[in-house]
């Protein structure tokens, strides 16, 4: 069967980025602001200075990065059955969130997004093969309490398929993940700190990086370099050999 495969990144771009990280994280050092994680980055003998700035050696990074398996398997909720796995070229799709407005396929209208839309996305979405995982597709116009945390109860409610939420802050997702049960040197450094406190556990690479229209201060989500910082960030993944 052939696959089709797109790259952003080549080895050895991921190599030098990979150094520059490590330099970043060896002469710059990352603010850590968690008293465990301090004190656990002390003890592998990182140097802390001004309370909370930690420079973290080289070493250090590449035997975290030697610790967690390279395959992550995400389940339907209530059973074993695999939603999505994430494992080196295995590409997995599923929607958006937050979604002001809504087309209506029944009456084509183009109108605020309500509860009733969320709840018949979901549906749909869980029920198409060919989607790994949810999102919330929109935020609800209807509902006038905490948004993401609605659409976070209706996605439990409505679908079986791996969630990917949205959170306000760190209360709001202290409250989601509560309810449901941090580019590259910061997230090499959460890995070191991951496996320092347990080491060969599973961990998930990724980051976030968005693009500002200047004008508006609006993320623009979609502009050429969203995409390709997406597919780097991948790239950079199975360049580590981690779940991404």
């Known amino acids: 069967m052939i696959k089709p495969q797109m790259s952003f990144l080549d080895r050895p771009q991921c190599e030098q980025i990979h150094q520059a990280a490590l330099e970043i994280l060896r002469r710059t050092g990352v603010r850590v602001f968690h008293e465990e994680a301090l004190r656990l980055l002390a003890e592998a003998d990182c140097v802390v200075l001004e309370e909370n700035r930690v420079f973290i050696p080289p070493s250090l990074v590449e035997w975290a990065l030697r610790q967690p398996p390279s395959r992550v398997v995400l389940c339907r909720r209530g059973s074993n059955g695999i939603g999505a ?139 050429p370099e969203f995409q390709l910082a997406r597919l780097g960030i991948a790239d950079l993944g199975r360049y580590y050999e981690l779940p991404t």
């Open 85 to 223: 796995a994430l494992q080196e070229r295995t590409v997995n799709f599923g929607p958006g969130s937050d979604c002001p407005n809504f087309l209506d396929p029944r009456k084509s209208e183009h109108r605020p997004f309500t509860l009733a839309d969320m709840r018949a996305v979901l549906q749909l979405a869980d029920f198409l093969p060919e989607l790994s995982f949810l999102m919330s597709t929109g935020i609800p116009s209807d509902y006038p309490g905490n948004a993401y945390r609605k659409q976070f109860a209706t996605a439990i409610q409505n679908c079986q398929k791996p969630i990917v939420f949205v959170c306000d802050d760190g209360q709001d997702c202290g409250r989601i993940v509560a309810a449901a049960a941090a580019v590259a040197a910061e997230v090499l450094s959460g890995l070191v700190i991951h496996q320092l406190k347990r080491t060969g556990s599973p961990f998930v690479f990724g980051s976030g990086l968005h693009h500002l229209d200047m004008r508006t201060s609006m993320s623009v989500y979609g502009a």
